[in-house]
């Protein structure tokens, strides 16, 4: 949390809230939000700045500024809020770009695991993080095609597979558990032996879910609100995720969560069935 859909949602939320404003000044309250150039010279490179556009690559959020690329990654609890001035600073507030109107827009973070890295002006792309993404989960960048190639590969269990961001980006823990209940595939199935159907079932619940999230604004779990300060609506729409002993929407069969490589995972036992296969 917050996974692409959380993240596409703060990148619109932003576009509205702070594009075309210019930064007057940069207070970093906690130096290790900033990955690099060290955290003065990256406040000072930022005056002046103005930010042309919001893009996003994953779950990682691109500020196209003038001079620069600003990429930024929430991690679990990042976030952003505009305010203005006078408004009480949070004890987790940790950035803050103040623009020449005098707003502000606020980086929080409660376990302060967000990083924030400045690159000349249209390198973002190439920034370590994002050059090791798979495509977007969409149809003209992800393709079934490969998909099936790169899943036989590998003998690791779907999961955690879908999980490394490698194969296809923007997948958390809450979306694929609802992908994998939606193709009718166990959490635990080694990826090589999913058959054709299989993938295929995957490759278009994996565009589903994802896409219905985005439209939906997120999942709202806990405390996420996106940059407009409003709570996404998906949660509504779970099927498995967080719904341990409801019965399954499909069969009716309780929901039940196991641990899979360190995460708590969602399935049904009934329609998702771990299969042995030689």
């Known amino acids: 949390m917050p996974e692409l859909p959380e993240v596409e949602t703060v990148r619109k939320g932003l576009e509205k809230l702070v594009v075309g404003k210019t930064i007057n000044e940069v207070t970093i309250l906690w130096s290790r939000i900033i990955e690099s150039p060290e955290s003065d010279i990256f406040a000072q490179q930022l005056i002046g700045q103005t930010i042309e556009k919001m893009e996003r690559r994953g779950k990682f959020l691109i500020f196209k500024l003038t001079n620069y690329d600003m990429i930024s990654h929430l991690r679990m609890e990042g976030k952003y809020e505009t305010h203005e001035p006078e408004d009480e600073r949070t004890k987790h507030t940790h950035v803050i770009f103040t623009f020449t109107d005098g707003t502000e827009l606020r980086y929080l973070d409660v376990r302060k695991f967000g990083r924030m890295v400045l690159v000349p002006k249209n390198q973002g792309e190439n920034y370590k993080g994002i050059l090791a993404l798979g495509p977007e989960p969409v149809p003209d960048q992800f393709k079934l095609s490969e998909f099936r190639l790169k899943l036989k590969k590998h003998h690791k269990a779907i999961k955690p597979l879908l999980l490394d961001q490698r194969l296809v980006t923007g997948l958390g823990n809450i979306y694929v558990d609802e992908a994998l209940w939606e193709a009718k ?82 399935f049904c036992p009934t329609c998702q069935t771990l299969k042995v296969r030689n």
């Open 185 to 266: 595939i166990h959490p635990e199935q080694p990826a090589d032996t999913l058959k054709p159907k299989e993938v295929e079932a995957l490759y278009y619940a994996i565009i589903d879910v994802l896409g219905r999230a985005v439209e939906a604004g997120g999942t709202t779990i806990r405390s996420y609100l996106n940059a407009l300060g409003e709570a996404g609506t998906f949660q509504i729409s779970l099927n498995v995720y967080g719904q341990t002993e409801k019965p399954c929407p499909r069969c009716t069969t309780p929901i039940k969560k196991i641990k899979v490589a360190q995460r708590g995972t969602h």
